[in-house]
């Protein structure tokens, strides 16, 4: 098991490693002046180019210009936001990440137990009744683009029914706009965030349940199935002790795995929803050509989900008996 | 081209064709991709209004389509803000859509499987520094990659006319095409991994074969399936991403009629005015991803079968 | 005959399987009718519906399978169909128990192995804790499992194939079950740990009373251990009858085909050819409507086509499924082709001498007929060495200390004539595919020196000449990935003939054909591809192969012990003529000792990567032989149920190849251990009579008066 672990934190560094140069190279390598683009591309004087040529150590050759920039990221200096004027990248991407960690975390605290559940159902009745409604549930869950679904939500949802007789009675409330006020506390956020973490568990369930379901398939059919249902045991115990145990082990790494998906569905439901979390960050730092926060941002989301998925992976070793094999 | 072209694929084809006979819903997927593939390469033909950026029309116009009576009107979706027919402008948009991720898709496969072929055959250190950088690479958020791609590649200056201008035309195309290489190309490593310990590989290298022979000729045909079966994948995110791109405002650029575009174009105040301008085009996305992935559905499960 | 004196009495049970919106009938019309207390034997080979019939009796069927109406099935007079699942779930529990073919996977690898054991009774008795712990450290010492409390205390992983084996035999023994269902316990472990399991097995069920039905393919298993023998054929028995008569007087042709068709230890193929049985089993979705077997028997007469024969009682407890029975075995009339209705003569038919050599040296094509057998020296391997580095994974790049390797092959010394066949025997393991594939260059050596006619062999084969690649040939194990699925039967056996031999592609298709017919399969095969074609002529496409470049030597990697028994034999003759024809030397490698016997002139044995024993093939099974190689002869299963040997058992632990013993690499496991110089010295080889080597530190004349040897087969002769 310790093998195990520590090649997987050898495989933590080196991903880190790599991807903090892809992040960092791409805005070396590609043909033009990121000075010049930095600066504000052609209205940008002279000047200004050069002033941040040198303020960004450019004149430094390349290797030199990582250790520099990943020693400032590290430290945490990340530089000033052209963007936003007046306020530091730090200050900026801490708030916005602790807004998004909370709509992820809502997110995941709905759609987890509801996928996994999903999939379970879906996987023991494969083929049968429940299994063809869940998959095309899914399905179709997986076929939506984010935007759709929030879009769907803000506009049907929040828009038509929530302002409809039956939910003002109930007093329900659908938001319309995830715009919440700077340093909210988590209560007074939860209001504007459980529409687009809907959004956000839609994009998760399908994901999961269908991995869910798989692995509870490929279970019912080992040997030791039919093992445990010959031993005479009630079937509900083969299922909870020999079936679920081994087939939702998997599923802590698929769950890791889903953070980096949800990232990505995250930058889009934000948008949408016009919530401050750091992917609609990440969409106005680039429409505003902030390529230092940009970076900023990537740097943080990598740094979060290769954590993620070393924690996964040492909670699948302590789990995993097999794992003292490799 | 006979690689692919061999006839035990043929069977396989024919396999496929059944096994979709006998899954309706992956039958109806493969129809409806069908549908919208004539409609993207005989956009232009089809469409009432071939240009895109026609606003010669009443401006919103509610839709005159009537499913009950199987009557399309005079603008079957209506028209937007602008007096475009709605219409004919998801006709048209299903042309990029194909274009990019079709091609991206096969830019993705082509040189993602050449490159997971080295990789598994050739084995050893290049190997592992190639599989690591890949596993790397895609811890990255793809959806993350593309922006910043798009973003930098936006914003350099570039000649016009010149080859960075071209490639800066085409970014999204790039895009895709980066972000899935590395992913096509596991899928074809670990294959090509599993078949090269079978024996017959192992009876080509003790005749003294060379390696392109036995990579094209021995190990290639017994991939392709599983390639099958990724392209299909690979051809439903990028969809996907391209109309995600094109929402957020990094994809195609006005009046272009773009689908995720056009669903940006008229969400917010403007849904209220004219809520077929952004109905109809999500919904052609939402019906082509489904449709797609019921085929790629099939189609894992006919190879599956086979195999 | 009043139902309660059977324990199991199943009438007619038809089992199916729903395939693709079908209902494949499985299993038709099986019968049983078990005693208390008897050990009946289920043979058949792939496809003959056995494992279902094994978890039909249980009433535990897959999801997709059904039992079809019309069939009965009783356990100690209590109807099974019409019980409920909860009933079944008692009976499970308690009264019929169920041991797998797979011990790996059929234990839950996140579960202590004790957990998974006391799980079982508490379903059984209710008995759980200490009382529970008790009753399973009594049953691990009844299976002999060393060390219980440890192994209870362990995950499956970290067991050996035999231990777990013994596992799930305490786990269905620990509640004294009136019914045990064994299917195929011992497949896929060692010939050597099967010894032990069988033997634990045979001791177990007579302590107990059990009454047992016993799944096997292995004819040997059946003799040694059954009473009564059901003999399964696509789906059907055709032979039912106490082991003794079974093989005494076989009353069906399938099954007289079946036991001549295996190689007995002691048996060459000097002597005579091997029987075989002709054909392919018919498709379970083409039953024929006649009798399933008729298209492969020697009997076959009208009648056979057109009505499908009953399974007839022949008095004494005999039954068999044929119109011809009272001809079986009395007087094999031979049999023309015709007779054989245009069935594709892929295999030499049962009870017919093959055309006779000779015929085919004159007819040769390019290359064919020249005799090469000489006493001139084809390969020489001195001191052949292979260490695999263990796990060279990113911390040993790191720099990080090399860990001791995987010793696979330690200094081999071997010497091939011309057209001879050296038969190279060990338990998994040894390390002998290791030394075949060294030996054709798909792996590299660590050490020592390869000469092929005298000239240096390089490493790989990508550096050897193409003449040294057409001398070199080899034929694989597993018959369904010796081919390319993609490539017809004709451009798999011309790619070489182009390649190594120069031929035109015209030529190469001419005699792809001649070479076709050479492994005696039709022209017509040459469009087909792997896929339609059956293990047994898979196989002699990847044979045909072989011989293509007109090879010195192949390599043959257990090429029959992927086939079902009554294809191996017609294999196993087509090796031995093609040989006589053609002169090429085997290194023929298996772990079936029996199979090796009828087929090489030496045999060599292997053990944790170093030779032990090398000897001419006739007195492999004689003494003096060292005492690895005895308790291998000892423990094979000999399918004959008169023989009877004393078995030398040998522990199931072979040691790491990473973590040698010191001394003789035996001496953890071997019953004649002397005393340290074991432990402590390389044994010497000692020269025997007719260029026999052992080594071993007892002296030969010591282990030839201790040994006893295999006397059956030279008796039978």
């Not at chain 1, 801490?94 to 137990?113: F, H, Y």
């Not at chain 1, 019912?220 to 009630?234: C, E, S």
């Not at chain 3, 009870?351 to 290359?367: E, K, L, M, Y």
């Not at chain 3, 001394?663 to 007719?690: L, M, N, V």
Request: proline share 6%.
């Amino acid at each position: 098991m310790l093998h195990f672990l520590r090649r997987r934190f050898l495989f933590f560094f080196f991903t880190y490693l790599v991807s903090s140069l892809t992040i960092f190279f791409l805005l070396r390598i590609l043909p033009g002046d990121p000075a010049r683009v930095i600066a504000g591309g052609r209205e940008a004087t002279e000047e200004q180019v050069a002033q941040i040529r040198v303020e960004l150590g450019l004149d430094a050759s390349l290797p030199q210009q990582y250790l520099t920039w990943a020693a400032d990221f590290i430290r945490g200096d990340w530089g000033d936001t052209i963007a936003f004027r007046g306020a530091l990248n730090r200050d900026l991407i801490i708030e916005r990440s602790v807004n998004s960690a909370r709509l992820a975390a809502v997110a995941l605290l709905m759609s987890a137990p509801l996928s996994l559940a999903l999939g379970v159902i879906a996987g023991l009745f494969e083929n049968k009744l429940p299994d063809i409604l869940i998959s095309l549930l899914t399905l179709s869950v997986v076929s939506l683009p984010e935007f759709v679904t929030g879009l769907f939500l803000i506009n049907i949802v929040a828009l038509r029914w929530g302002r409809g007789e039956l939910a003002q009675s109930l007093g329900w409330w659908f938001p319309s706009s995830s715009a919440v006020p700077a340093n909210a506390s988590f209560a007074e956020m939860l209001p504007a965030l459980w529409l687009p973490a809907f959004a956000a568990t839609l994009v998760l369930l399908a994901y999961i349940s269908r991995l869910t379901r798989a692995g509870v398939i490929e279970e019912l059919k080992r040997d030791y199935v039919r093992t445990a249902a010959l031993k005479g045991i009630p079937w509900r115990t083969v299922i909870w002790r020999h079936v679920l145990r081994n087939a939702l082990l998997p599923t802590i790494t698929v769950i890791a795995i889903s953070i980096s998906w949800l990232v990505s569905g995250l930058v889009v439901i934000e948008y949408v929803f016009g919530f401050p979390g750091l992917g609609s960050l990440l969409i106005a730092a680039i429409e505003r050509r902030d390529l230092l926060l940009v970076q900023a941002i990537a740097m943080v989301t990598v740094t979060v989900i290769l954590f993620a998925n070393l924690f996964a992976d040492a909670a699948y070793a302590l789990l995993n008996p097999r794992v003292e094999l490799s | 081209m006979r690689l692919i072209a061999d006839s035990r694929h043929y069977a396989a084809f024919e396999r496929l064709a059944r096994s979709q006979l006998r899954h309706p819903q992956s039958a109806v997927g493969t129809l409806l991709v069908a549908v919208f593939l004539i409609l993207a390469l005989f956009g232009p033909q089809l469409a009432p209004h071939p240009n895109p950026n026609d606003q010669s029309h009443d401006v919103r116009r509610p839709p005159t389509l009537d499913l009950g009576r199987l009557h399309l009107g005079e603008h079957p979706f209506g028209t937007d803000r602008l007096g475009r027919d709605v219409y004919s402008r998801v006709i048209l948009g299903a042309g990029s859509i194909f274009q990019i991720a079709g091609l991206g898709t096969l830019i993705s496969v082509a040189l993602g499987s050449a490159l997971g072929l080295f990789m598994g055959y050739q084995g050893g250190w290049v190997d592992e520094i190639i599989g690591r950088i890949i596993d790397a690479l895609l811890a990255i958020p793809a959806l993350l990659l593309a922006l910043v791609l798009i973003g930098i590649i936006r914003n350099l200056d570039f000649d016009a006319g010149s080859w960075q201008a071209a490639l800066a035309d085409n970014v999204i195309l790039l895009v895709i095409s980066l972000l899935y290489i590395p992913i096509v190309a596991r899928v074809a490593r670990s294959t090509t991994l599993d078949i090269k310990t079978r024996e017959f590989v192992e009876a080509a290298q003790i005749r003294g074969e060379s390696q392109p022979y036995i990579i094209f000729r021995e190990i290639l045909p017994s991939v392709i399936p599983s390639l099958v079966v990724e392209a299909s994948l690979r051809f439903s995110y990028a969809i996907f991403l391209v109309a995600s791109l094109g929402f957020l405002g990094f994809g195609a650029r006005p009046p272009s009629p773009d689908w995720g575009l056009m669903v940006n174009e008229n969400r917010g105040g403007f849904y209220q005015l004219t809520p077929w301008a952004l109905e109809f085009p999500a919904l052609a996305i939402a019906i082509l991803v489904i449709a797609v992935n019921l085929m790629s559905d099939g189609i894992r499960r006919a190879v599956q079968k086979g195999s | 005959m009043a139902a309660s004196q059977h324990l199991v009495d199943a009438h007619s049970l038809t089992v199916s399987y729903r395939v693709e919106d079908r209902w494949i009938p499985a299993v038709r019309d099986f019968r049983l009718q078990l005693a208390p207390g008897q050990i009946v034997g289920l043979v058949g080979e792939s496809g003959s519906g056995k494992s279902t019939v094994a978890l039909a009796l249980m009433r535990y069927l897959s999801s997709n399978g059904r039992m079809e109406s019309g069939g009965s099935l009783r356990f100690d007079g209590e109807d099974l169909l019409n019980k409920s699942m909860a009933e079944m779930r008692r009976l499970w529990a308690k009264r019929i128990k169920f041991v797998p073919q797979n011990a790996a996977a059929a234990l839950n690898p996140s579960i202590k192995i004790g957990r998974q054991v006391t799980e079982t009774l508490k379903a059984a008795d209710g008995i759980e804790g200490p009382e529970a712990f008790e009753r399973m450290m009594d049953m691990f010492h009844d299976v002999n499992l060393v060390d219980p409390e440890r192994v209870a205390q362990r995950y499956p992983h970290e067991l050996s194939g035999g231990m777990q084996q013994r596992v799930t035999i305490a786990m269905a023994l620990i509640s004294n079950p009136e019914l045990l269902i064994m299917d195929e316990p011992t497949t896929g472990l060692d010939v050597t740990t099967e010894a032990v399991i069988l033997d634990l097995l045979r001791n177990l069920i007579a302590e107990r009373d059990t009454s047992v039905v016993y799944i096997t393919h292995n004819l040997g298993v059946v003799a040694q251990l059954c009473e009564r023998v059901i003999v399964l054929y696509a789906g059907e028995i055709m032979e039912e009858a106490s082991v003794l008569d079974l093989f005494a007087h076989p009353r069906h042709p399938y099954t007289l085909g079946l036991i001549s068709s295996v190689p007995k230890p002691g048996q060459s193929k000097g002597a005579a050819q091997l029987q075989s049985i002709a054909g392919n089993p018919p498709s379970l979705r083409r039953i024929p409507s006649g009798c399933v077997f008729a298209e492969r028997c020697s009997l076959v007469a009208d009648i056979c086509r057109r009505r499908k024969p009953p399974l007839e009682s022949l008095g004494a407890g005999r039954w068999a499924r044929c119109h011809r029975w009272s001809e079986v075995g009395i007087s094999p009339p031979p049999r023309s082709h015709k007779e054989a209705g245009g069935y594709p003569r892929q295999d030499p038919i049962a009870f017919s001498p093959s055309v006779s050599s000779d015929d085919r040296n004159r007819d040769g094509g390019t290359g064919w007929g020249r005799v090469k057998r000489s006493s001139e020296t084809l390969l020489r391997a001195t001191n052949l060495t292979k260490h695999f580095p263990v796990d060279r994974s990113l911390s040993e790049i790191l720099g990080r200390q090399e860990p001791s390797p995987i010793r696979a092959v330690d200094g081999v010394d071997l010497r091939l004539s011309a057209g001879q066949t050296l038969g190279l025997v060990g338990e998994s393991g040894s390390g002998k595919t290791t030394l075949a594939r060294l030996i054709i260059g798909l792996e590299a050596r660590s050490g020592g020196k390869l000469e092929l006619l005298g000239m240096d062999v390089r490493d790989s084969v990508r550096d050897r000449s193409q003449d040294l690649r057409s001398k070199l040939q080899m034929i694989f194990q597993n018959p369904q990935n010796s081919l390319n699925p993609y490539l017809s039967v004709r451009q798999a056996i011309r790619r070489p003939l182009i390649k190594l031999r120069g031929f035109a592609p015209a030529a190469a298709d001419a005699e792809a054909l001649a070479l076709l017919e050479r492994v005696n399969l039709l022209a017509e095969y040459a469009e087909r591809y792997p896929d339609e074609l059956s293990g047994g002529e898979k196989q002699r496409v990847a044979i045909a192969r072989a011989f293509a470049s007109d090879p010195d030597l192949i390599v043959c990697d257990e090429p029959v012990s992927a086939l079902d028994v009554s294809v191996q034999s017609a294999v196993l003759n087509l090796l031995a003529e093609l040989q006589d024809n053609h002169g090429s030397a085997y290194l023929f490698i298996s772990h079936n000792l029996s199979v090796v016997g009828y087929l090489a002139d030496i045999i060599a044995v292997m053990y944790l990567g170093q030779l032990f024993e090398i000897g001419d093939a006739r007195e492999l099974f004689q003494p003096p032989c060292h005492p690895y190689t005895e308790a291998l002869v000892s423990a094979i299963p000999v399918p004959d149920p008169l023989h009877s040997t004393e078995r030398i058992l040998l522990s199931d632990d072979l040691p790491s190849a990473q973590n040698l013993p010191s001394g003789c690499r035996f001496h953890t496991r071997c019953p004649r251990k002397i005393g340290a110089i074991c432990e402590t010295e390389e044994p010497p080889w000692r020269q025997g009579d007719a260029g026999r080597l052992i080594r071993c530190h007892i002296p030969l004349e010591e282990l030839t008066s201790s040994q006893r040897g295999l006397r059956l087969a030279r008796e039978a002769d």
